[in-house]
């Protein structure tokens, strides 16, 4: 299963989808973030891209509340540790 976050206007991530694999695939069989984006989009509104379950891509997996950072390329948690409170 592949997984899409949703941003909003600040690259904060709103919500987190499941899409099925089989919706990604080309004409050639291989998985291409485009088309799973262009049917969530299609779908649902909104402006979303990929996150990888096993952090392979984009540094971890998005949660609610994360910023997708454009200049790293990953998401980031803006959680401020306990100890830091």
Known sequence: MAHFAELDNENKVIRVIVVANE??????GEEQEAKGK????NLLGGRWM???YNG???GRFAGIGFIYDP???EF???EVPEELA
């Open 23 to 28: 919706i990604l695939k080309d004409e050639n």
């Open 38 to 41: 262009e049917f969530v989009e």
């Open 50 to 52: 990929q996150t990888s």
């Open 56 to 58: 392979s891509f984009r």
């Open 71 to 73: 200049i790293k390329k």
């Open 76 to 78: 980031v948690s803006l």
